[in-house]
C-alpha cells in the first residue's frame, strides 16, 4: 500500500475545492478542506501535514499571515499559494515570505499535480536533512569543536568506541588533537568516573620508561629511594593513553605487548606480578606501518594495539571548521584578555582558509591569541596577522604562509630570520629536518626555545631531534 501524504487544502470556495480534491483523486494524498483561515490554523494544529495549499484570499484573514505562521513551524510543511491573474505581485512577496510554489486560477490537474508533488518531494528531503542535523551534525563534541562531515565521522567512531574495552589507535599529524580524543573515549566510557593517566612516550628518556609505566620497587637503581607505583597502576580500572607510541624504546616493547595481552606487568626490581584492570588507547604522528616496516615498531605490538584506528584528519581538510575554530578562540582569548574581538573581516576569513596549516589547530590558535594580545578592535583585519611573527616559513614556500606576497609587503629582503633562505639538500627526510632545524638555531642564535618559537614546535621536540641525530652519528661512527 502507497504511504498517503496528508495535503492540507484551505480554499473557501466549495466547487472550487471539490474541483481540486477531484484533480488530486488519482494522487496518494489523504486531502483535508479548511474553509477558512480558523479552520486552517486548528487543522495545523491537530495533525502534521507534508504540504498546503493555500489561497492567500481567504473571509476571515489575510492567506500572507497563514504563511507566516506556517513558517515559523518547526520542519512545516511546503506551502503553494494559489492567486488570480493580476496579483502576481502578491504571488512574489508570498515565495519571499518562504512559500515553494504559487498557482495562478485557473490552473490544470496536471499543473497542480506536478506542483505539489515537487512540494512533497522538498518536504521530505527538509525533513531528511534535519534529522541528519539534529542526531548527527554536532559542532561541539567533548573538547571538539567542528562540523564538518569528516569530524563528524570521528565523532561517530569515538561514540561506537567508547562503549567497548577495545584497544584504540589514534593517528594525525602533531597538533590535530590526538589527547582530546583519547580524552573523549574515556569520558565517555563506562570507566569516565575512573582515572585517565597519560604517558608521553617521545618526553621520557627511554632507560626510564619501564619504571615510568610500570613502576619499580626500593633499590631497583641509582635513585630508587622508595617503591613507586607507575602509570599502569594509576589507571587501574581507568584508561591508560599512550601518546607518540611509535617513540617508545624497540627492547621496551615486548614487554609492553605482554602487559596488553595479560593485564600483568613487574614493578622494575620486583619478582610479584601485579593484575590491573586498563583500557589502552594510544596515540602516534607518525605512519605506524611505516615505522613497522622499518623495524622501528613491533609487529606484533602494532597488531594487538591496533584493533579500532581513529584517524584525525588536518586542519586543512576541514574545510569551514577553520573560520568555526578561529571564532571560538577569539571569544575565548578576547574574552581573557579584556579586548572587543567580535569577528574576522571576509577577507581574514579568505586568508584562514586557504593557508595550509602546518602545525594545525595548535598554530590556529597561537595564531588567534597573538592577534588578540597585540591589538584591539572589534573586527580582525589582514594587517592584525603580522606574518613574520605569526606564519613563519622555511624558503618561502607559498603553500605555507597565509598570504603569497607577503615579501612583496616586507621593505627589505633582511627583516629577520623567516626572510632566510635555506639551502637544503636532497636526502632522507630525518637529514632534510636536522638542517632545517640546524639552520634555524644558527639564525636564532643557538636559543633553542627562540628556534622553536620560530620553527611553531615546543621546545622540547627540538631536544629530541638533536639527541636523535646525535645518536645516529655516533652509531654510524662505532
Same mark, same amino acid.
Given at each position: 500500500?502507497?504511504?498517503?501524504?496528508?495535503?492540507?487544502?484551505?480554499?473557501?470556495?466549495?466547487?472550487?475545492?471539490?474541483?481540486?480534491?477531484?484533480?488530486?483523486?488519482?494522487?496518494?494524498?489523504?486531502?483535508?478542506?479548511?474553509?477558512?483561515?480558523?479552520?486552517?490554523?486548528?487543522?495545523?494544529?491537530?495533525?502534521?501535514?507534508?504540504?498546503?495549499?493555500?489561497?492567500?484570499?481567504?473571509?476571515?484573514?489575510?492567506?500572507?499571515?497563514?504563511?507566516?505562521?506556517?513558517?515559523?513551524?518547526?520542519?512545516?510543511?511546503?506551502?503553494?499559494?494559489?492567486?488570480?491573474?493580476?496579483?502576481?505581485?502578491?504571488?512574489?512577496? $508570498?515565495?519571499?515570505?518562504?512559500? !515553494?510554489?504559487?498557482?495562478?486560477?485557473?490552473?490544470?490537474? %496536471?499543473?497542480? =499535480?506536478?506542483? #505539489? +508533488?515537487?512540494?512533497?518531494?522538498?518536504?521530505?528531503?527538509?525533513?531528511?536533512?534535519?534529522?541528519?542535523?539534529?542526531?548527527?551534525?554536532?559542532?561541539?563534541?567533548?573538547?571538539?569543536?567542528?562540523?564538518?562531515?569528516?569530524?563528524?565521522?570521528?565523532?561517530?567512531?569515538?561514540?561506537?568506541?567508547?562503549?567497548?574495552?577495545?584497544?584504540?589507535?589514534?593517528?594525525?599529524?602533531?597538533?590535530?588533537?590526538?589527547?582530546?580524543?583519547?580524552?573523549?573515549?574515556?569520558?565517555?566510557?563506562?570507566?569516565?568516573?575512573?582515572?585517565?593517566?597519560?604517558?608521553?612516550?617521545?618526553?621520557?628518556?627511554?632507560?626510564?620508561?619501564?619504571?615510568?609505566?610500570?613502576?619499580?620497587?626500593?633499590?631497583?637503581?641509582?635513585?630508587?629511594?622508595?617503591?613507586?607505583?607507575?602509570?599502569?597502576?594509576? $589507571?587501574?580500572?581507568?584508561?591508560? !593513553?599512550?601518546?607518540?607510541?611509535?617513540?617508545?624504546?624497540? %627492547?621496551?616493547? =615486548?614487554?609492553? #605487548? +605482554?602487559?596488553?595481552?595479560?593485564?600483568?606487568?613487574?614493578?622494575?626490581?620486583?619478582?610479584?606480578?601485579?593484575?590491573?584492570?586498563?583500557?589502552?588507547?594510544?596515540?602516534?604522528?607518525?605512519?605506524?606501518?611505516?615505522?613497522?616496516?622499518?623495524?622501528?615498531?613491533?609487529?606484533?605490538?602494532?597488531?594487538?594495539?591496533?584493533?579500532?584506528?581513529?584517524?584525525?584528519?588536518?586542519?586543512?581538510?576541514?574545510?569551514?571548521?577553520?573560520?568555526?575554530?578561529?571564532?571560538?578562540?577569539?571569544?575565548?582569548?578576547?574574552?581573557?584578555?579584556?579586548?572587543?574581538?567580535?569577528?574576522?573581516?571576509?577577507?581574514?576569513?579568505?586568508?584562514?582558509?586557504?593557508?595550509?596549516?602546518?602545525?594545525?589547530?595548535?598554530?590556529?590558535?597561537?595564531?588567534?591569541?597573538?592577534?588578540?594580545?597585540?591589538?584591539?578592535?572589534?573586527?580582525?583585519?589582514?594587517?592584525?596577522?603580522?606574518?613574520?611573527?605569526?606564519?613563519?616559513?622555511?624558503?618561502?614556500?607559498?603553500?605555507?604562509?597565509?598570504?603569497?606576497?607577503?615579501?612583496?609587503?616586507?621593505?627589505?629582503?633582511?627583516?629577520?630570520?623567516?626572510?632566510?633562505?635555506?639551502?637544503?639538500?636532497?636526502?632522507?627526510?630525518?637529514?632534510?629536518?636536522?638542517?632545517?632545524?640546524?639552520?634555524?638555531?644558527?639564525?636564532?642564535?643557538?636559543?633553542?626555545?627562540?628556534?622553536?618559537?620560530?620553527?611553531?614546535?615546543?621546545?622540547?621536540?627540538?631536544?629530541?631531534?638533536?639527541?636523535?641525530?646525535?645518536?645516529?652519528?655516533?652509531?654510524?661512527?662505532?
Amino acid at each position: 500500500m502507497v504511504d498517503q501524504k496528508r495535503i492540507l487544502l484551505v480554499e473557501n470556495s466549495e466547487p472550487l475545492a471539490q474541483t481540486y480534491e477531484r484533480y488530486l483523486r488519482s494522487e496518494p494524498y489523504d486531502v483535508v478542506h479548511a474553509f477558512d483561515g480558523a479552520a486552517a490554523l486548528e487543522a495545523l494544529h491537530n495533525g502534521p501535514f507534508d504540504s498546503v495549499i493555500l489561497d492567500l484570499r481567504l473571509p476571515d484573514m489575510d492567506g500572507l499571515e497563514i504563511l507566516r505562521r506556517i513558517r515559523a513551524l518547526d520542519a512545516g510543511p511546503a506551502v503553494i499559494v494559489i492567486t488570480v491573474d493580476g496579483q502576481i505581485s502578491v504571488a512574489v512577496e $508570498a515565495m519571499r515570505e518562504g512559500a !515553494f510554489d504559487f498557482l495562478v486560477k485557473p490552473f490544470s490537474a %496536471d499543473r497542480l =499535480a506536478i506542483t #505539489l +508533488r515537487n512540494a512533497v518531494d522538498h518536504h521530505q528531503l527538509t525533513e531528511i536533512v534535519d534529522t541528519y542535523r539534529k542526531e548527527y551534525a554536532r559542532q561541539k563534541y567533548f573538547g571538539f569543536t567542528g562540523s564538518s562531515p569528516v569530524m563528524q565521522s570521528v565523532f561517530r567512531v569515538i561514540e561506537a568506541a567508547a562503549a567497548s574495552d577495545a584497544t584504540v589507535f589514534i593517528t594525525g599529524e602533531s597538533g590535530t588533537g590526538k589527547e582530546l580524543c583519547a580524552e573523549a573515549i574515556h569520558l565517555s566510557s563506562p570507566r569516565c568516573d575512573r582515572p585517565l593517566v597519560a604517558i608521553n612516550c617521545a618526553a621520557i628518556p627511554k632507560d626510564l620508561v619501564e619504571s615510568e609505566i610500570f613502576g619499580h620497587v626500593k633499590g631497583a637503581f641509582t635513585g630508587a629511594v622508595s617503591d613507586r607505583d607507575g602509570a599502569a597502576k594509576a $589507571a587501574d580500572g581507568g584508561t591508560l !593513553f599512550l601518546d607518540e607510541i611509535c617513540e617508545m624504546p624497540l %627492547d621496551f616493547q =615486548a614487554k609492553l #605487548l +605482554r602487559f596488553v595481552q595479560t593485564g600483568t606487568y613487574t614493578r622494575v626490581g620486583d619478582t610479584r606480578p601485579t593484575k590491573v584492570n586498563t583500557r589502552f588507547v594510544c596515540a602516534t604522528n607518525r605512519n605506524p606501518v611505516e615505522e613497522v616496516a622499518a623495524g622501528r615498531f613491533r609487529q606484533d605490538l602494532f597488531y594487538r594495539l591496533h584493533v579500532i584506528p581513529i584517524h584525525l584528519p588536518a586542519l586543512r581538510e576541514r574545510g569551514g571548521d577553520i573560520v568555526i575554530l578561529a571564532r571560538q578562540f577569539l571569544s575565548e582569548y578576547a574574552s581573557a584578555e579584556g579586548k572587543s574581538f567580535r569577528d574576522f573581516s571576509k577577507q581574514v576569513e579568505q586568508e584562514l582558509l586557504r593557508y595550509r596549516w602546518p602545525g594545525n589547530v595548535r598554530e590556529l590558535q597561537n595564531l588567534v591569541r597573538n592577534v588578540v594580545v597585540l591589538h584591539n578592535a572589534e573586527v580582525v583585519t589582514v594587517e592584525m596577522l603580522g606574518y613574520d611573527n605569526i606564519a613563519p616559513s622555511i624558503g618561502g614556500s607559498h603553500d605555507r604562509r597565509v598570504t603569497p606576497d607577503r615579501r612583496k609587503q616586507a621593505p627589505s629582503e633582511s627583516n629577520g630570520p623567516t626572510d632566510t633562505m635555506v639551502d637544503v639538500e636532497l636526502g632522507p627526510l630525518w637529514q632534510m629536518e636536522m638542517q632545517c632545524i640546524e639552520h634555524v638555531l644558527n639564525v636564532a642564535g643557538g636559543s633553542v626555545p627562540r628556534a622553536a618559537a620560530m620553527l611553531q614546535i615546543s621546545p622540547s621536540t627540538v631536544y629530541r631531534k638533536r639527541q636523535h641525530w646525535r645518536s645516529l652519528e655516533s652509531d654510524k661512527a662505532s
